[in-house]
């Protein structure tokens, strides 16, 4: 299993910025995806981004396309989350995720490895 910590959360008003942090450890060298999923009170789980660690390839949801920004740092074992012109509607508890099955989706990224979460909150 992987081990999860989240970091980086916190409050900031309409059109600000955060970059959440998640360090991996444990057997890190069989993952093959790491993401985040979001929970808001009253809504849905919502698959937010996912990185596929071999190649780089990345997944977004509409709500967070060309505001968000997943990306890797092999050495440190760790998945940032740049999240720019942020919206009230973005508050939620942030969560990373990571799985070693071949295929990276939010199914199988879902049923992975997951940290405890940070909260976003937004302010408008």
């Known amino acids: 299993r992987v081990q999860l910590v989240e970091s980086g959360g916190g409050s900031v008003q309409a059109e600000g910025s955060l970059r ?24 849905e789980r919502e698959g937010v ?23 890797q740092d092999n050495a440190k074992n760790t998945v940032y989350l740049q999240m720019n012109s942020l919206k009230p509607e973005d508050t939620a508890m942030y969560y990373c995720a990571a799985n070693s099955s071949p295929r990276c989706s939010w199914n199988s990224l879902s049923l992975g490895d997951w940290g405890p979460g940070t909260q976003v909150t937004v302010s408008s």
């Not at 060298?29 to 999923?37: A, I, Y």
């Open 20 to 43: 959440l942090s998640c360090a991996a450890s444990g057997y890190t060298s069989s993952t093959n995806c790491m993401g985040w999923f979001r929970l808001a009170p009253g809504k």
């Open 49 to 71: 981004a996912r990185i596929y660690t071999q190649l780089g390839s990345t997944v977004y949801a509409d709500s967070v396309k060309g505001r968000f920004t997943i990306s």
